[in-house]
């Protein structure tokens, strides 16, 4: 099972905010990541560090740490945000990295 | 712009072996980490195993150690993944991907080649 835990699903209305949460006792120093899949694709890095974004991510993702959580939280939620999305961690020895179970977000 | 492109894979009976690659270009391969990162049918990411730069650090998630080996060839910008002793719960989309430092404690795997599908079955 994973270390990491995240809500299974939550939906969304169109053009509101959505908050994924990532609980665990992983961060230990380093900060989560995420990433959006869609189906029948590769992951895709949204949001690193507390809160940073890739070239070519919109700044309606970004991302926090606090205590033992991670949030992913998306602002004026568009339909391409259909996704699963997955927090992960890499541990502090650089020796793993874990992935939360993944939340699916609908957007109504 | 770094591009990952995987190849290999397929199905294969149990006990059976099978090396994915994963050819990277547009990017300075030799300076990434790189890791392979495996999803089940209808489940979520699982990582798989690591490999340092240099190709002289390997970790493994337990599920694998013993079976599974990741090594590179940083001449040829190529990854790979030998897989032996397959068993039905290896079955999965294998993906590639890269590990970038964004500075303290911020780390990312930022490139994803496109997947590659293993079906372990007899």
């Known amino acids: 099972s994973s270390e990491l835990t995240q809500d299974p699903a939550v939906s969304v209305a169109l053009g509101q905010t959505v908050r994924i949460t990532c609980q665990g006792d992983?961060?230990?120093?380093?900060?989560a990541s995420w990433y959006q899949q869609k189906p029948g694709q590769a992951p895709l890095l949204v949001v690193y560090?507390?809160?940073s974004r890739p070239s070519g991510i919109p700044d309606r993702f970004f991302g926090s740490d606090s205590g033992n959580t991670a949030s992913l939280t998306i602002t004026g939620a568009q339909v391409d945000d259909e996704a699963d999305y997955y927090c992960?961690?890499?541990?502090?020895?650089?020796?793993?990295?874990?992935f939360g179970g993944g939340t699916k977000v609908t957007v109504l | 712009e770094g591009l990952l492109v995987q190849s290999g894979g397929g199905s294969v009976q149990p006990g059976g072996s099978l090396r994915l690659s994963c050819a990277a270009s547009?990017?300075?391969?030799?300076?990434?980490?790189m890791h392979w990162v495996r999803q089940a049918p209808g489940k979520g990411l699982l990582w798989v195993s690591r490999?340092?730069?240099?190709?002289?650090?390997?970790?493994?998630v337990d599920s694998v150690k013993g079976r599974f080996t990741v090594f590179r060839d940083n001449a040829r910008n190529t990854l790979h993944l030998q897989m032996t002793s397959l068993r039905a719960e290896d079955t999965a989309i294998y993906f590639c991907?890269?590990?970038?430092?964004f500075g303290p404690g911020n780390f990312g795997l930022d490139y994803w080649g496109q997947g590659t599908p293993v079906t372990v079955s007899s």
């Open positions: 490999i340092t730069g240099d190709g002289g650090g390997t970790t493994y």
């Open positions: 547009g990017l300075d391969f030799g300076s990434y980490w």
């Open positions: 992960g961690f890499r541990d502090r020895s650089g020796n793993h990295w874990v």
């Open positions: 560090g507390a809160n």
């Open positions: 992983s961060f230990r120093g380093n900060s």
């Open positions: 991907a890269t590990e970038r430092y």
